[in-house]
């Protein structure tokens, strides 16, 4: 690393700092029913004219099995929503090029795909997608997957802080004034600054233009500077192209770019602050924000030494790169820009990418694939980032409990064999989803006939497949060919799992932490707070994500390093 990207590094971790707690101030006020905004005179109106139209008093708080249900069931009418706008997308308006609809098997993996806020892509979005698939199908759910993410944080964080509650707030409200308070006007500043930058927004027919060499290419038009701002700040991630975030026109200048990376981070980020505002104890949510930092920057650390020290096979020959590994990346943003945006975009569930990861050295991709293994708990996606590290969170307390021989307590309440057991099942689940597809698609005709690369590399990109869709990240080892039935079919199952069968047990272990009666801290209380308690946390995410994967790992990155 050189010296301008230590200081851009920098930048990025104070900059963060500084808007994590007005981040979490303001979500206070948004996720609280009462709560007042600087927003209300324009926004509280239509608030109340949404509810009327829905039927909902939001001021009626539901249990965690009416707030979930009330979650599944607007998730499903989503599903079938743009399942049907991408099949008949040819029969739809704002479609200039005359795009066909979609098969069968790719509007399922899609409409799930944008429902679950993966945003995976088995297609190429400019030569695929209508400007009205891509605005009214896809970048609704863009912002409706965010704000469902947020609102099954809140629910968690209020079942931690209530005592003796048989409420966890009204999932309704929680959708409604997160898009409205939150998302949409943040993303309408974002969207008029990409602008300012050069991305484009337009509804204009592609571009057909004549190469020096004679021969004609097309370039992409269309509103991308709208879908950009949410698919970073709502952590979804699909490319309106292609190339995505390497794309001149959704990415256009280093600023941009560095802005980019500053959105996927900053909802997560300020997230912890309303945890710990919400608990009463502001040092747990740092200490738990700690966590997740030390986390992500010996990721980046990681990453980066291995990408600039290039390919270790030309090292042994004496081959040096002065430039690291380029293979792959924007010449626009070079080795460190690269590895930065690689560990944001899988550290949250974002999945958006400046460069292309299947290019990375063996080492280098092992990074963006164990941060989505270990559930993308490193500020990860908004909300699913903070739910997933507190499940961490009871499970480090658990065993600091058997450490000292106490039965654990979490900010004053016993967590028992329940809370443990609802735990380690979302982790199962992640599991479970990640090695079972891996293992199937790698003993299948369907599964070999998708790859481009043989050995323990192709092997790495069913395994990032699997792991991206159940991380619910979207980002791709992209020599896998993934646009079949079964790779279709499969990859949308596992975002199916990777998002509901999780959030079940999460709300399960929310709802039974708020019926609990909190007690006054004893002396043999664990603090939850601090740089043990931090370190412990750590040690719980690190071991159980190595226990689950290191040896998927060591037949796929570890062995083609050595190779």
Known sequence: MQINDWTQFALYLGLLTLITKPMGLYLMQVLDTNGRTWLDPVLKPLERITYKLLGVDPQREQGWKQYTFAMLAFSLVGVVFTYAILRLQHLLPWNPQDLPGLSHHLAFNTAVSFTTNTNWQSYGGEATMSYFSQMVGLTFHNFVSAAVGIGIAAALVRGIARSSAKTLGNFWTDLVRVTY????????????????????????????????????????????????????????????????AAHPFENPTPLSNFIQMLSIFSIGSGLTYYLGRMVKNQAHGWAVWAAMMALFVGGVLVCAHFEAAGNPVHQQLGIAAADGNMEGKEVRFGVFNSSLFATITTAASCGAVNSMHDSFTPIGGLVPLFMIELGEVVIGGVGAGLYGMLVFVILAVFIAGLMVGRTPEYLGKKIQAKEVKLAMLTLLILTLSILGFTAWACVSDWGVAGLNNSGPHGFSEMLYAYSSATGNNGSAFA?????????????????????????????????????????????????????????????????????????????????????
């Open 181 to 244: 308070y939150l998302l949409l006007p943040i993303c309408a500043v974002f969207a008029l600054f990409l602008v300012s930058q050069g991305m484009i927004q337009n509804f204009d027919p592609y571009t057909k233009a004549k190469t020096l060499e004679g021969a004609e290419q097309v370039i992409a038009q269309g509103p991308m500077a709208s879908q950009v701002a949410i698919k970073m700040l709502g952590t979804n991630g699909g490319g309106f192209v292609n190339a995505n």
């Open 479 to 563: 020599g896998l060919t993934a646009n079949t039935p079964w790779y279709n079919t499969t990859l949308g199952l596992a975002m199916l799992m990777g998002r509901f069968l999780m959030i079940v047990p999460i709300m399960a272990i929310a709802g039974s932490l708020a019926g609990k009666q909190a007690v006054p801290p004893s002396a043999g209380t664990f603090p939850v707070n601090g740089a043990t308690f931090t370190l412990l946390l750590i040690g719980t995410v690190l071991l159980i994500g190595a226990l689950n994967f290191l040896p998927a790992l060591a037949l796929g990155p570890i062995v083609e390093h050595f190779l």
